[in-house]
Structure formats: structure tokens, C-alpha cells
């Protein structure tokens, strides 16, 4: 059960991310996945929330925030960060 889980295996880490477990292989591999190895290194884990926060982690402004930053640098002329 993943809900109560806070140190996930590969098999819990596809559940949760949706990914295949070839591209989770893949992204450790390449480091680009926060994980923890098993003492010995035969094990790959992860921890829930830190594949939570990597999943969130590049957020795309809506349309509208897009705008309002537009329209803000057209009327100040600096770039603003729309409150998020």
C-alpha cells in the first residue's frame, strides 16, 4: 500500500509516477531521480516525497498568469512574478 508508504521500491515508484520502470532505470541512471541505494547497492528506493516534490517540480503558468505578466512588463516595463 503506497498511501502509507514513505520509502517506495521501483514497483511502488511506477505506481506513483506513472513512468515505466525501464525510464525509472533510465533516470537513475542518469541521475536525473532523486534515490537511495540499499546497502550493498543491489536495491533502488525512493522516497515518496521527494518524487512527489521532482514530480512538481517544474510548474507551468496558465495562460492568464502568462498574461498578467505581459500586461504588467508592458505597463512597468520589468518582468514580475505573478503570485502563485
Request: net charge positive.
Amino acid at each position: 500500500m503506497i498511501g502509507v508508504k514513505q520509502a517506495l521500491t521501483m514497483d511502488d515508484a511506477v505506481l506513483l509516477t506513472g513512468l515505466s520502470k525501464s525510464t525509472l532505470y533510465k533516470m537513475v541512471c542518469q541521475k536525473k531521480i532523486p534515490y537511495y541505494k540499499s546497502q550493498g547497492g543491489k536495491f533502488t528506493y525512493f522516497e515518496k516525497e521527494s518524487l512527489n516534490n521532482w514530480m512538481l517540480s517544474v510548474r507551468v503558468a496558465t495562460a492568464e498568469e502568462t498574461d498578467q505578466t505581459a500586461a504588467t512588463y508592458l505597463v512597468t516595463g520589468k518582468m514580475g512574478r505573478t503570485a502563485l
